[in-house]
């Protein structure tokens, strides 16, 4: 079966999950939102999912799939540039990006990610 092991454990879900040497990240969205453009809040969201995946002893040069939640497809260039920025250029990964309406409206983007361990 092999065992899970859960990062950020909290009453309604964990921050993330390793299994079989994948890492499954929740949903990551800002903190940090009053006053912020999605660049900073994606700038925020990624610094997040960096910090979970050295948690789980991996980084971004091994993330498997991305899942990209934003508010307003208005701000999709925005959050690409942000995006370019920072992703491993020769290991991007498969990518979807979709316009939704997030948890609060304050938040801008939300990204879920599954990497190799």
Avoid: C
Wanted: charged letters at 20%; zero cysteines.
């Amino acid at each position: 079966m092999g065992t899970v092991t859960r990062i950020g454990v909290g009453k309604r879900l964990s921050e993330a999950a390793v299994h079989n040497g994948t890492v499954y990240l929740a949903g990551q969205v800002a903190d940090q939102t009053a006053g912020q453009d999605i660049a900073a809040q994606t700038r925020e969201v990624l610094g997040m999912i960096d910090t979970l995946l050295a948690q789980a002893g991996t980084d971004k040069s091994r993330i498997l799939m991305v899942q990209i939640f934003i508010a307003d497809l208005k701000d999709f260039p925005a959050m690409n540039e942000v995006w370019d920025a920072w992703v491993v250029q020769g290991a991007t990964p498969p990518r979807a990006t979709v316009q939704a309406a997030l948890a609060k409206p304050e938040w801008k983007v939300e990204m879920v990610v599954t990497a190799a361990a």
